[in-house]
């Protein structure tokens, strides 16, 4: 069955500054990628995704990059700010209707 | 546009009971994912519903089992709980690629 890894586990950056986040899965049948963010004592809300016929997405500050080649897509942050902080997912499923299979998680710091 | 919706909050059973959690979708979404997502841990996949039936389910035991009703909402039930149930239960709902997730239940065994 699928596979998802996730790196780094933790990652704290200066507010202002890049993160990025790396996942790979291991199924080539996996069409569809989101990622999740988690605050505390909330769950996981959906704030971007990509599909295996696009190579790059972008949303404002947020944007994912996948390499299907490779089998792994990146979530990148820019211009970090404190509301970031949270716990990242990353998921991948292989069609709709299919259980996303998660990563562990990322927790972002973003120090002020 | 309500959420997805979850009950209760939080739960607090011994070894042995029996908890049911509860989900409503978001008006419109037919599917109904249940995870599990144990303190430090990641997201475990549960079961999945979609038109009141059971299509796929993970590597748990059939203690954990669940309902779909024909208005969509949802019901998760453990049986004969363990002291390693305890976690945050998650619900998503959807009608096409994207899951959106509730609040979640807090489900502590003692």
């Known amino acids: 069955g699928e596979n998802v890894e996730q790196h780094p ?3 704290s950056v200066q507010e202002g500054d890049s993160a990025v ?14 990622w999740y963010k988690q605050e505390l004592g ?9 599909r295996s016929n696009v190579g790059e997405k972008k949303d404002q500050r947020i944007a994912v990059t996948l390499n299907k ?21 990353c998921a991948a499923s292989i069609s709709y209707g299919q259980n996303f299979v998660f ?7 973003v120090l002020p | ?10 739960l607090i059973k011994t070894r042995g009971q029996q908890a049911t959690l509860r989900c409503s979708p978001i008006s419109g979404h037919t599917s109904v994912y249940w995870y599990q997502q144990a303190l430090g841990l990641g997201l475990q996949f549960l079961l999945w519903y979609d038109e009141g039936e059971e299509r796929n389910r993970g590597n748990f035991p059939p203690r954990f089992s669940g309902r779909q009703f024909p208005n969509y909402s949802s019901e998760l039930n453990v049986n004969a709980l363990e002291l390693e149930d305890s976690a945050l239960y998650l619900c998503a709902s959807s009608w096409s690629d994207e899951q959106f997730f509730g609040p979640g239940t807090r489900l502590t065994v003692l």
Request: hydrophobic letters at 30%; charged letters at 15%; proline letters at 8%.
């Open chain 1, 9 to 11: 586990s933790t990652l």
């Open chain 2, 1 to 10: 546009e309500a959420g997805v919706t979850q009950s209760p909050t939080h």
């Open chain 1, 103 to 109: 990563g562990p998680g990322t927790r972002l710091s």
């Open chain 1, 69 to 89: 080649t490779a089998k792994h897509f990146s979530l990148h942050i820019t211009e970090t700010q404190p509301e970031d902080s949270a716990v990242y997912f």
């Open chain 1, 21 to 34: 986040i790396k996942c790979t899965y291991s199924d080539s049948a996996s069409n569809y990628f989101p």
């Open chain 1, 42 to 50: 909330k769950g996981p809300q959906l704030i971007i995704d990509i």
